[in-house]
């Protein structure tokens, strides 16, 4: 396809290219644009940009809209498709275009354009009878949109104010073929069944409650699956040589001004007032490990120093951007801070992407990588973010990973290395990452004697693998669509009575297992077996142990297995071939 650009000049592109699959959404959400203004000329248009997945176009209605809008607007976009209508690119003159913009009533244009810069090149595009001032990129023709879908309405501030006038969101999704787009749609409604608030609910694992918006509650059997992912942290970092602490959740001003998030963080914490003080409660672990590492004369022989803590820690967020467990107001972080020396840096950076890596592949999870760089607002000389970027692109250029660079979307103190995690549904999401730190030993002025006898300042690692606990437990519900592993299964096994006749036996079972450290539950209800084992299987358990008559003289248990369809019915067993066939599941 043929794609116009901002300066007017055309490229070829395929559907694959980033740039074509941008123009080609982006073309859609005129297209939508256009059949909103048709269908109801009194609307208002703000932006509609191409986004992963799709686009969107914000609007400002006269009218309650709801989705039952979507199929007549659906309707309308076919026949502009159909029309074939070209695209046209050309500039304007600013006064020329306010007077448009002002004529057609649209005030978010003649906002977007009074808040370009005086000599800005105002550009636009034509298709039909409707202007849009766009920087493109757009395909040719609006034919060349053979398939699309409108997915939802939301609800969204202009410009993302909260103090700003609510918009009404269209959002819609665009591909070459009804194939693709089929597939997507499946995808979606299959996303929308592994959905982790109503599996969480449906599983009994957490919930969320008015009382504390963005605060989730863990039910018992999800504190089995969080503690029972710590535990698997733990010992892999005990193992890999780290060493847990736990630092207090409320510390003073004094220090959050020492570490710069009071001047750079301070509209993403919760403050209090203490004896006149005023204090933070802590949105980051990291300035506590450093008074840590302070608390005791440190030596080179130490190094690297590597502190490892589970540290709950508290963010404000907006209420809109709350979301499940993905995006809370508190959340535990798996964190680690690491205290090395410069010549340490590389060697430390490849030690920590191969744990993260053996972390991801316990559980499945393809990645990629990506290399943040300096932004805007950040500490420290030139020199030294330099220093810090070179050691972590030399490290993953010594493991062979590949990456890609995100320019200036580090932290304020440092660089960093982000993992996204591929999960089953093709979904990423954003979870590990190793930041280079120079300016916060700097800052708190943290020292260690080196092998000359010198005072000398370490370097810090911020890394984390799971990110926040919470949104890792919500990625894992979706990705596992709530069939965990036997390991992290919080219930593991379900004994399943036949009548109340058999409980006696069920029990003996139940003890033997527990015996071994399996985690059981027996259906001791009045209810009959093909009911039992259905609720079992809705709460996918991965074992069940159906006993009665037969079982309970034979000393033996009939076992059904989970698999990725149904139950598979392992027949008959003594406990010492189920312990056997149990050993080969996978451990913590």
């Known amino acids: 396809m043929k794609v116009i650009l901002q300066d007017g000049s055309i490229q070829e592109c395929t559907f694959d290219d980033e740039l074509g699959r941008e123009a080609y959404r982006h073309t859609t959400s005129h297209i939508l644009a256009q059949a909103v203004k048709r269908l109801y000329p009194t609307a208002k248009c703000a932006i509609g940009p191409a986004i992963k997945d799709g686009f969107y176009y914000d609007f400002e209605f006269d009218f309650d809209f709801t989705d039952d809008n979507l199929a007549e607007i659906e309707a309308e976009m076919k026949k502009i498709v159909k029309e074939n209508l070209k695209l046209t690119h050309f500039t304007m003159e600013r006064e020329e275009a306010l007077k448009i913009m002002a004529e057609k009533n649209e005030d978010y244009k003649v906002q977007l354009i009074n808040d370009l810069p005086e000599d800005a090149v105002l550009s636009f595009f034509q298709q039909g009878d409707y202007l849009e001032l766009c920087a493109g990129p757009h395909v040719t023709y609006t034919s060349a949109v053979r398939a699309f879908k409108l997915l939802n309405v939301a609800g969204a501030y202009w410009r993302g104010d909260e103090h700003n006038k609510m918009l009404t969101r269209i959002y819609g999704t665009a591909f070459p073929n009804k194939e693709m787009l089929e597939e997507y749609l499946n995808r979606i409604e299959e996303a929308k069944k592994r959905d982790h608030r109503k599996l969480g609910k449906e599983l009994k694992l957490f919930t969320l409650m008015d009382e504390g918006p963005g605060f989730p509650f863990f039910l018992p059997k999800g504190m089995i699956l969080k503690n029972t992912l710590l535990d698997y942290w733990r010992k892999l970092h005990l193992k890999n040589g780290y060493q847990e602490i736990s630092t207090p959740i409320m510390l003073n001003r004094k220090l959050w001004e020492t570490?710069?998030?009071?001047?750079?963080?301070?509209?993403?914490?919760?403050?209090?007032?203490?004896?006149?003080?005023?204090?933070?409660?802590?949105?980051?672990?990291?300035?506590?490990?450093?008074?840590?590492?302070?608390?005791?004369?440190?030596?080179?022989?130490?190094?690297?120093?590597?502190?490892?803590?589970?540290?709950?820690?508290?963010?404000?967020?907006?209420?809109?951007?709350?979301?499940?467990?993905?995006?809370?107001?508190?959340?535990?972080?798996?964190?680690?801070?690491?205290l090395l020396a410069p010549e340490q840096v590389q060697d430390e950076i490849k030690r920590i992407v191969r744990l993260i890596d053996g972390v991801y592949a316990k559980f499945g999870f393809k990645y990629h990588v990506e290399l943040s760089t300096r932004p805007e607002d950040s500490m420290g000389t030139d020199e030294e973010w330099e220093l810090a970027t070179d050691g972590l692109r030399n490290a993953l250029d010594d493991l062979g990973k590949p990456y890609v660079v995100n320019e200036g979307d580090g932290a304020f103190y440092g660089p960093k290395i982000d993992f996204h995690l591929e999960d089953s549904l093709g979904r990423t999401w954003q979870c590990g990452t190793i930041q280079l730190d120079f300016q916060l030993p700097q800052r708190f002025e943290a020292e260690y004697v080196g092998a000359d006898g010198q005072m000398h300042t370490p370097i810090m690692i911020h890394r984390v693998c799971f990110g926040s606990v919470e949104r890792f437990?919500?990625?894992?519900?979706?990705?596992?669509?709530?069939?965990?592993?036997?390991?992290?299964?919080?219930?593991?096994?379900?004994?399943?009575?036949?009548?109340?006749?058999?409980?006696?036996?069920?029990?003996?079972?139940?003890?033997?297992?527990?015996?071994?450290?399996?985690?059981?539950?027996?259906?001791?209800?009045?209810?009959?077996?093909?009911?039992?084992?259905?609720?079992?299987?809705?709460?996918?358990?991965?074992?069940?142990?159906?006993?009665?008559?037969?079982?309970?003289?034979?000393?033996?248990?009939?076992?059904?297995?989970?698999?990725?369809?149904?139950?598979?019915?392992?027949?008959?067993?003594?406990?010492?071939?189920l312990f056997e066939v149990f050993s080969r599941e996978d451990k913590v």
């Open 259 to 338: 570490s710069g998030h009071w001047d750079h963080y301070r509209e993403n914490m919760y403050t209090t007032v203490i004896d006149d003080v005023d204090f933070a409660i802590k949105p980051m672990n990291c300035p506590g490990s450093v008074l840590v590492y302070k608390s005791e004369p440190r030596s080179y022989r130490e190094l690297p120093l590597r502190f490892a803590e589970l540290g709950l820690v508290h963010r404000h967020e907006k209420s809109g951007q709350l979301h499940g467990l993905m995006r809370v107001r508190c959340f535990t972080q798996d964190d680690a801070h690491i």
């Open 473 to 577: 437990i919500g990625i894992l519900i979706e990705h596992f669509a709530g069939k965990f592993p036997f390991w992290l299964s919080p219930v593991q096994v379900k004994i399943l009575p036949i009548s109340e006749k058999f409980l006696g036996y069920a029990e003996q079972v139940n003890i033997a297992l527990e015996k071994q450290g399996y985690r059981t539950e027996i259906d001791n209800r009045s209810e009959k077996i093909g009911y039992k084992i259905r609720e079992a299987r809705n709460e996918r358990v991965p074992y069940m142990l159906i006993v009665g008559e037969k079982e309970a003289e034979a000393e033996t248990v009939s076992v059904r297995r989970r698999d990725d369809g149904e139950q598979q019915d392992l027949g008959s067993m003594t406990l010492d071939q």
